[in-house]
């Protein structure tokens, strides 16, 4: 699977609905709704992929977030997931230059607002990955299609 910065991931782009995104991806393993702010988020799951899309409600359902612990996640041909963070920032993604570091109990979270991206880590290495549609401003979204 290769991530796309500011697009999706493979052949899914952000802002696709969900009949494109199961043309592509066949039916999720699991639907389930998020409503941690009131959004009523829709996220779909597929086990096998180890990827969880989420469409946003506000949005006209269209595809603007990801999670991903996909063994084989590239960016750029390079795998990104079981490296340490430091190896993947500054390897993997030189052209991003802030990063912002939340620690939790055994979560460290670090985010780049340009690619609305997140690296998870525990035991020192990224074991997964989050990724959104970046903001063109503080309310619009910046959708690729």
Same mark, same amino acid.
């Given at each position: 699977?290769?991530?796309?910065?500011? +697009?999706? @991931?493979?052949? /899914?782009? +952000?802002? *696709? $609905? !969900?009949?494109?995104? $199961?043309?592509?991806?066949?039916?999720?393993?699991? @639907?389930?709704?998020?409503?941690?702010?009131?959004? &009523?988020? *829709?996220?779909?799951?597929?086990?096998?992929?180890?990827?969880?899309? #989420?469409?946003?409600?506000?949005? =006209?359902?269209?595809?603007?977030?990801?999670?991903? *612990?996909?063994?084989?996640? #590239?960016? =750029?041909? !390079?795998?990104?997931? &079981? /490296?340490?963070?430091?190896?993947?920032?500054?390897?993997?993604?030189?052209?991003? @230059? !802030?990063?912002?570091?939340?620690?939790?109990?055994?979560? #460290?979270?670090?985010? =780049?607002?340009?690619?609305?991206?997140?690296?998870?880590?525990?035991?020192?290495?990224?074991?997964?990955?989050? *990724?959104?549609?970046?903001?063109?401003?503080?309310?619009?979204?910046?959708?690729?299609?």
């Amino acid at each position: 699977m290769e991530l796309k910065p500011k +697009f999706g @991931i493979d052949n /899914l782009k +952000f802002g *696709m $609905s !969900q009949k494109e995104v $199961s043309d592509i991806l066949g039916q999720p393993d699991r @639907i389930f709704q998020l409503d941690d702010f009131g959004d &009523n988020e *829709m996220v779909w799951e597929w086990n096998e992929k180890f990827l969880r899309l #989420t469409f946003y409600h506000e949005e =006209n359902n269209r595809f603007g977030y990801l999670r991903t *612990m996909h063994p084989d996640l #590239t960016y =750029n041909g !390079q795998k990104i997931l &079981n /490296l340490p963070p430091e190896v993947v920032k500054e390897k993997l993604f030189p052209e991003l @230059i !802030q990063w912002d570091k939340n620690e939790f109990d055994f979560l #460290t979270m670090y985010f =780049n607002e340009k690619y609305w991206l997140n690296l998870n880590c525990e035991y020192g290495l990224v074991l997964d990955l989050e *990724m959104g549609v970046p903001f063109k401003n503080d309310e619009d979204y910046d959708w690729p299609i």
